[in-house]
């Protein structure tokens, strides 16, 4: 069953009937999709780890947008930065936060790339 429409609506009696493939996406979303059908279908302890692996990355992509905001807020308050020791205080420990967080991103990278595999 084909349609031209861009978001077509099924009827639910349909919808349970058929696999929607939606032809818009990418070749790799669409790899990542099958490989993630068949990998939960052959190890669910995989795909449990994957999905722990998307949900930590964006935890930590998160972590690093606030500090950077937290950064653009000082910098934008702070006249000279050199004399606010609150201001410098953020600043190393968004530092300090800034490499752990980059740390963790590097192993989920890693760890990802074996589950792929």
Excluded at 38 to 56: F, S, W
Excluded at 58 to 76: G, P, S, T, W
Excluded at 82 to 99: F, M, P, R
Aim: proline fraction near 2%; avoid cysteine.
């Amino acid at each position: 069953m084909t349609t031209k429409l861009r978001n077509p609506h099924y009827l639910p009696e349909v919808s349970t009937k058929v696999t929607l493939l939606n032809f818009m996406i990418t070749y790799e979303g669409l790899s990542d999709q099958l490989l993630s059908i068949i990998v939960a279908r052959e190890r669910e302890d995989l795909e449990t780890q994957k999905a722990e692996l998307v949900i930590t990355s964006d935890a930590n992509n998160k972590e690093l947008a606030r500090i950077e905001d937290q950064i653009l807020d000082v910098l934008a308050k702070s006249k000279n930065i050199l004399a606010d020791s609150n201001g410098i205080e953020i600043l190393s420990k968004a530092s300090v936060t800034s490499v752990a967080v980059s740390k963790k991103q590097a192993e989920a990278k890693e760890v990802e790339k074996t589950i792929d595999e």
